[in-house]
C-alpha cells in the first residue's frame, strides 16, 4: 500500500507531512485509544463542563439557603395570639425562596418580629448577590466557545443516533454540497463532516428538502468519523469529497477499517493516491481529469453522446433548454497549452483519436523530458506558455482547429483564450477552471467547454450512488455510432419533454419489487413492457425509457420491451419523476400488477382475500357442466 510521493503535485508539495506514509496500522491504533479514552469517562463533556463551572455558584447558592432557613427556624416568632412561635423548616424555606427571588407573598403565616424582619433583611441581599453570581456565571458559561461546541457535538450525536440509513459526506465544498442536494433531492439522508464553519453560509444547506446535520470538525481523524456515525449498521456509505487527496485518503482507510462492508467513494486528484486507494479495494475513486478525459472522448467521437451525457448526468434542477447545444467539432490540428497532470491525461486522449496535436509548455526541462519519452514527436512540443500571440504564431493557431488551456493557472487559462479567440476566431476553446470563484471569469470568456475538476467529480459521484448502472450504460453507448445515440437522444425528448431526464434503477427483488416476486411465484412471465405500462390506464404507457438491463453482469442498451424479467435483473430507467412514482405502484402493489397484466385483481387483506377465493370456489361449483 506504501508508494512513493509523486513529484508532479505542485499544489501539495507544500505539506509538511508524507501522506503516504500512513498506515492502517496507525489509524487502528489512534482508533483504540480514543475508544480506550471515551469509554473511561464516566459524564459527557456537556455534563462535565456544566458541573464544572457551575460547581462554585451551586455551593453558595446551597449555603446562602441553608444559613438564611436555618436563622428563620432559630430566631423565635409571635403568633396571632401573642404565644412565642417558631417556624418549621418547611415554613423557613418557603418564606426564604419567595424573598429571595422577589416576589413577596408578605409575612406568612404571621406577622415577623423585627429580629425576623433583620435577619430577611440579611437573607434579600445575601440571596440578590448569590444570584446575581450563579447568573453571571450560567450567561458566561452559556456563552463560551467551547461550551458552544460541545453542545452542538452532543446535539450532533442525538440526531445520527436517531437516523435510519443515511450516507456519510466529508467535506462541504462544490462537489459534498453537490452530492448532498442530489442525495436530499431523492429522500436519501446524508451526513456532513467540514472543518471550516464558512462552507455553511457559502452554500445554504438548510434549504435542502432534508435536514442534514452537520459536524464542524476534522474528517481526517477516526473519532470525528465514529462521532459521524461511520461505524453504525445505517451508514450506506462514505463520500471523501474534501479538497486533499491527503484527508481523503485517510477517510478512506478508516471507514474500511471501522465499518468495512460499507460503500467507500473518494476523491483523487494524483494517481499515486488513487493507487493507494485502490490497494485496499476502495469501491470507486474518482479522477477528475481522467474523467474529463473520458468526457472528452465522447465529444471527439460523438457531439450527441457528450449531449446525452450532459442531460443524463447534469445538475438535476436543470431544463434541457438550459443546456448547450450539440458542440461542432472540426477535424484537424489540437494546440494544448500545459503538459501538467491535466495536460499529460488529454493528450493521451487525443493520441488515441489520433489526432495532430502540439503542445506549449513554458518549463524548459519538461519539454526536455517528452522529448525523450516521444521521440517520434519531438516537434510536436515547443516551449512557450501560450498566454503571448509569439508562443501562439509558433504553435500555428491560424491552422489549428481548438486550442485547450490546460495550465494550473486560472489567470494563465483567460489569457490564453482571449489571446487565441483574437487571432483565430472559428477556433474551438476547451478551458481549465482551477478556482471556484473564477467561474463568471470563465462564463463570460465564451469557452466552448469548461473543465470544473469539482463539478466533474460531483456527477460522477451522484451516479455512482444514485444510479450505479448510469456509468455502463455511458461506457457502452461511447461505442455506439452517431446514429444510435441521435435516436436515442430523440427517445428522451419523447419521453421528458422539456424536463431534464430522471434517471433511476430498478432491481428485482423482494424488498424494491414485492409483487412481481410473488407474481413470478405463481408461475407468471413478467416482461418489461409491464412496467412501461401506466397503472391507471393500461392502454397508455409511462413517460420513460429503459437504458439498460444488466443480467449475471451481462449488460443489453435499450432493451426490447418483450424482455422476461427474472429475479436479480437491474433495470436503469429515464423518464419523468411521476412515471418512476406510477412504476412503484406496479412494483409493490399486487392489484396495480395484475392489472397491466389483464390478470383479475385479488383482494389484498387476508380476510378480504380467503372470501374472495371462497367465493371463486362456490361460482365454480355452481357452474353448469
Same mark, same amino acid.
Given at each position: 500500500m506504501h508508494t512513493d510521493k509523486p513529484e508532479s503535485a505542485k499544489r501539495h508539495d507544500d505539506l509538511s507531512d508524507d501522506p503516504m506514509n500512513t498506515t492502517s496500522d496507525d489509524l487502528q491504533s489512534s482508533t483504540d485509544k480514543t475508544e480506550s479514552f471515551s469509554s473511561e469517562e464516566p459524564f459527557t463533556p456537556q455534563t462535565a463542563m456544566i458541573m464544572r463551572r457551575m460547581r462554585t455558584p451551586l455551593l453558595i447558592l446551597i449555603s446562602v439557603y441553608a444559613i438564611a432557613v436555618l436563622g428563620m427556624v432559630l430566631i423565635p416568632g409571635i403568633d396571632d395570639h401573642g404565644n412565642p412561635w417558631n417556624m418549621t423548616f418547611f415554613h423557613a424555606f418557603y418564606l426564604v425562596s419567595y424573598t429571595a427571588t422577589t416576589i413577596g407573598f408578605g409575612e406568612i403565616p404571621y406577622a415577623l418580629t423585627d429580629a425576623q424582619r433583620m435577619w430577611v433583611l440579611c437573607t434579600i441581599y445575601m440571596t440578590v448577590i448569590a444570584w446575581f453570581y450563579a447568573i453571571g456565571s450560567i450567561l458566561a458559561l452559556v456563552q463560551d466557545p467551547v461550551y458552544q461546541q460541545t453542545r452542538k457535538r452532543e446535539r450532533f450525536k442525538k440526531e445520527v443516533a436517531g437516523m435510519s440509513d443515511f450516507y456519510l459526506v466529508c467535506g462541504l465544498g462544490e462537489t459534498g454540497f453537490e452530492i448532498v442536494k442530489a442525495l436530499s433531492r431523492e429522500h436519501y439522508r446524508a451526513i456532513v463532516i467540514e472543518e471550516d464553519e464558512s462552507k455553511l453560509l457559502e452554500h445554504n444547506i438548510h434549504s435542502l428538502a432534508e435536514h442534514v446535520p452537520v459536524l464542524i470538525a476534522d474528517a481526517a481523524i477516526p473519532k470525528n468519523l465514529k462521532m459521524a456515525g461511520i461505524a453504525d449498521d445505517h451508514c450506506k456509505g462514505v463520500i471523501a469529497a474534501t479538497a486533499s487527496d491527503e484527508i481523503n485518503l485517510k477517510i478512506a482507510i478508516s471507514s474500511k477499517l471501522l465499518h468495512p462492508d460499507g460503500m467507500v467513494v473518494c476523491r483523487s486528484d494524483i494517481q499515486s493516491y488513487e493507487e493507494n486507494m485502490l490497494s485496499f479495494k476502495t469501491d470507486h475513486v474518482i479522477n477528475p481529469y481522467r474523467t474529463f478525459a473520458t468526457i472528452f472522448s465522447m465529444l471527439l467521437h460523438s457531439s450527441s453522446m457528450y449531449m446525452i451525457f450532459n442531460w443524463l448526468t447534469g445538475a438535476p434542477d436543470c431544463r434541457l433548454s438550459e443546456i448547450e447545444d450539440p458542440l461542432k467539432l472540426n477535424h484537424g490540428r489540437w494546440i494544448l497549452c500545459g503538459y501538467g497532470r491535466f495536460g499529460k491525461t488529454v493528450h493521451q486522449t487525443l493520441q488515441k483519436h489520433q489526432t495532430r496535436t502540439t503542445i506549449l509548455e513554458a518549463d524548459p526541462?519538461?519539454?526536455?523530458?517528452?522529448?525523450?519519452? *516521444?521521440?517520434?514527436?519531438?516537434?510536436?512540443?515547443? #516551449?512557450?506558455?501560450?498566454?503571448? /500571440? #509569439?508562443? !501562439?504564431?509558433?504553435?500555428?493557431?491560424?491552422?489549428?482547429?481548438?486550442?485547450?488551456?490546460?495550465?494550473?493557472?486560472?489567470?494563465?487559462?483567460?489569457?490564453?483564450?482571449?489571446?487565441?479567440?483574437?487571432?483565430?476566431?472559428?477556433?474551438?476553446?476547451?478551458?481549465?477552471?482551477?478556482?471556484?470563484?473564477? #467561474?463568471? !471569469?470563465?462564463?463570460?470568456?465564451?469557452?466552448?467547454?469548461?473543465?470544473?475538476?469539482?463539478?466533474?467529480?460531483?456527477?460522477?459521484? =451522484?451516479?455512482?450512488?444514485?444510479?450505479? !448502472?448510469?456509468?455502463?450504460?455511458?461506457?457502452?453507448?461511447?461505442?455506439?455510432?452517431?446514429?444510435?445515440?441521435?435516436? #436515442?437522444?430523440?427517445?428522451?425528448?419523447?419521453?421528458?419533454?422539456?424536463?431534464?431526464?430522471?434517471?433511476?434503477?430498478?432491481?428485482?427483488?423482494?424488498?424494491?419489487?414485492?409483487?412481481?416476486?410473488?407474481?413470478?411465484?405463481?408461475? =407468471?412471465?413478467?416482461?418489461?413492457?409491464?412496467?412501461?405500462?401506466?397503472?391507471?390506464?393500461?392502454?397508455? @404507457?409511462?413517460?420513460?425509457?429503459?437504458?439498460?438491463?444488466?443480467?449475471?453482469?451481462?449488460?443489453?442498451?435499450?432493451?426490447?420491451?418483450?424482455? /422476461?424479467?427474472?429475479?436479480?435483473?437491474?433495470?436503469?430507467?429515464?423518464?419523468? *419523476?411521476?412515471?418512476?412514482?406510477?412504476?412503484?405502484?406496479?412494483?409493490?402493489?399486487?392489484?396495480?400488477?395484475?392489472?397491466?397484466?389483464?390478470?383479475?385483481?385479488?383482494?389484498?387483506?387476508?380476510?378480504? =382475500? =380467503?372470501?374472495?377465493? @371462497?367465493? @371463486?370456489?362456490?361460482?365454480?361449483?355452481?357452474?353448469?357442466?
Open positions: 526541462a519538461i519539454c526536455e523530458q517528452f522529448k525523450e519519452d *516521444h521521440a517520434g514527436q519531438a516537434d510536436n512540443i515547443i #516551449t512557450g506558455s501560450g498566454v503571448d /500571440e #509569439t508562443a !501562439l504564431n509558433n504553435a500555428e493557431i491560424e491552422d489549428a482547429v481548438g486550442i485547450i488551456a490546460g495550465t494550473d493557472d486560472d489567470s494563465n487559462n483567460l489569457s490564453i483564450i482571449m489571446t487565441a479567440m483574437q487571432m483565430n476566431p472559428d477556433i474551438f476553446v476547451v478551458a481549465r477552471q482551477n478556482q471556484r470563484h473564477n #467561474t463568471e !471569469l470563465f462564463e463570460r470568456s465564451k469557452a466552448d467547454l469548461v473543465m470544473q475538476p469539482r463539478e466533474i467529480t460531483a456527477r460522477i459521484i =451522484r451516479a455512482q450512488l444514485l444510479n450505479a !448502472l448510469l456509468i455502463p450504460f455511458l461506457n457502452k453507448a461511447s461505442e455506439r455510432d452517431t446514429q444510435w445515440t441521435n435516436i #436515442t437522444i430523440t427517445r428522451l425528448i419523447a419521453v421528458a419533454g422539456e424536463c431534464k431526464p430522471h434517471v433511476w434503477t430498478t432491481e428485482i427483488n423482494q424488498d424494491i419489487t414485492p409483487a412481481i416476486m410473488r407474481a413470478m411465484e405463481l408461475g =407468471r412471465s413478467i416482461k418489461l413492457d409491464c412496467l412501461l405500462t401506466d397503472p391507471a390506464a393500461k392502454a397508455s @404507457k409511462l413517460d420513460c425509457v429503459a437504458l439498460l438491463h444488466e443480467r449475471d453482469g451481462e449488460h443489453q442498451l435499450l432493451p426490447d420491451d418483450d424482455i /422476461e424479467l427474472q429475479a436479480g435483473d437491474k433495470i436503469l430507467f429515464c423518464g419523468k *419523476h411521476d412515471a418512476k412514482d406510477a412504476m412503484q405502484w406496479i412494483q409493490q402493489v399486487m392489484s396495480s400488477l395484475n392489472y397491466v397484466m389483464s390478470y383479475e385483481s385479488e383482494p389484498e387483506s387476508f380476510i378480504w =382475500r =380467503r372470501f374472495f377465493r @371462497k367465493k @371463486k370456489a362456490g361460482e365454480r361449483r355452481n357452474r353448469p357442466r
